[in-house]
């Protein structure tokens, strides 16, 4: 059960939600990863503020807290205004904090679950982001942001290794910092019984100093939706490989909700490099409920050798695989849910509930 409030201050407008229902939907996908429990950590919610005119000027104050199960996320943004035809400018502070399972946790029950690695990632970045004027179907947005990476253990104290000994940062410290330039490029198209989508993006690692990290990060995500009669198709190819300096934190994880359904979060590999094929066809049950079977493939292109400390191979994770299965999609009123049923190449059965997206 949840509950959700909006309050007037003004101009300004505070939005809460506390949700209990996201514990059974979280609990079903990830086992404990703390051995003590208290009751606030059971409630899983938001809080959000909006001013519309912070100084008299339309300037757009956006201050939003995401609290999870085992993660938290803090986000203020700050928009001044502009005209139409120039770039759009958000000034952005951002603080997050959760376990990093995709490439440091352990695959379990034939890769259906992952379980936590005891690696966990405080992130705290601060920057620009840039959206450039809509141009046809192509949108963009550049972004200039300094991050700060520390991981913690499961006490929630700095670390330079993780449990098999191995450095969990680049630079070997008990963290990293980086200078990230990120330019991501979007286009859609869609009418009534198609639509196509596709973004791009690259990250550049700027060496302001010499100890802080560079890389280059590619990453491309590209869909297709079809109607074929009453049933819709939906394809999907996602992709991506990164050159340079890297922790093992940004290796690219394969595997879980989102990715290869069937197996658990990153139980398929993570790697420098990643490829990864969805295919999805639904069909109307009811008017609220729809039917879903898919079929889901990804691999690491044998690049997961070449992630610092070779976690993959130290997890035995296979590098590449293939999941399948069928599920529901419900809505209502409160939100859409998602059940899928799926089963891996290793013949081990996985279920998946979430909800995604909560009416407001």
């Excluded at 909006?50 to 995401?66: C, Q, T, Y």
């Excluded at 997050?96 to 890769?111: A, M, Q, T």
């Excluded at 992130?123 to 700060?148: N, Q, V, Y």
């Amino acid at each position: 059960m949840g509950a959700q409030k909006s309050i007037h201050a003004g101009k300004a407008k505070i939005d809460v939600n506390v949700d209990f229902t996201h514990k059974l939907c979280a609990s079903l996908m990830l086992p404990p990863l703390r051995t003590t429990v208290s009751p606030l950590s059971l409630v899983i919610g938001s809080l959000c503020f909006k001013h519309p005119n912070l100084f008299g000027g339309s300037e757009k104050l956006d201050v939003s807290w995401d609290k999870g199960l085992y993660d938290s996320n803090v986000l203020v943004a700050y928009r001044r205004p502009r005209p139409e035809w120039l770039s759009q400018q958000c000034f952005v502070i951002q603080h997050s904090l959760s376990p990093e399972i995709g490439v440091h946790g352990v695959p379990l029950d034939n890769f259906s679950r992952s379980g936590s690695g005891g690696v966990n990632l405080s992130r705290l970045s601060l920057g620009l982001d840039m959206s450039e004027p809509a141009s046809s179907k192509w949108s963009s947005t550049t972004s200039i942001k300094f991050e700060h990476v520390r991981p913690l253990n499961d006490d929630w104290r700095s670390i330079t290794r993780d449990l098999d000994g191995f450095s969990v940062t680049c630079s070997g410290n008990s963290f990293d910092s980086m200078v990230v330039l990120k330019q991501e490029s979007r286009y859609a198209k869609a009418n009534d019984n198609s639509f196509s989508r596709f973004s791009m993006q690259i990250e550049q690692g700027i060496p302001v100093v010499s100890k802080w990290l560079i890389f280059n990060r590619f990453k491309f995500f590209a869909t297709k939706g079809v109607k074929l009669g009453p049933a819709f198709l939906l394809t999907s190819l996602t992709g991506g490989s990164i050159v340079g300096n890297m922790a093992p934190y940004q290796a690219f994880a394969i595997g879980g909700l989102g990715s290869v359904r069937g197996y658990g979060e990153g139980a398929v590999g993570s790697g420098r490099s990643c490829l990864v094929a969805n295919t999805e066809l639904t069909f109307p049950m009811n008017k609220m409920m729809e039917g879903a079977v898919f079929l889901d493939g990804g691999t690491d292109l044998g690049s997961g050798c070449h992630v610092p400390g070779n976690p993959a191979l130290r997890q035995g994770k296979p590098g590449s695989g293939v999941g399948l299965g069928y599920g529901i999609r419900f809505r209502s009123p409160f939100g859409h849910f998602q059940l899928d049923y799926a089963v891996n190449a290793f013949q081990q059965k996985t279920v998946y509930f979430g909800i995604t997206n909560v009416a407001s």
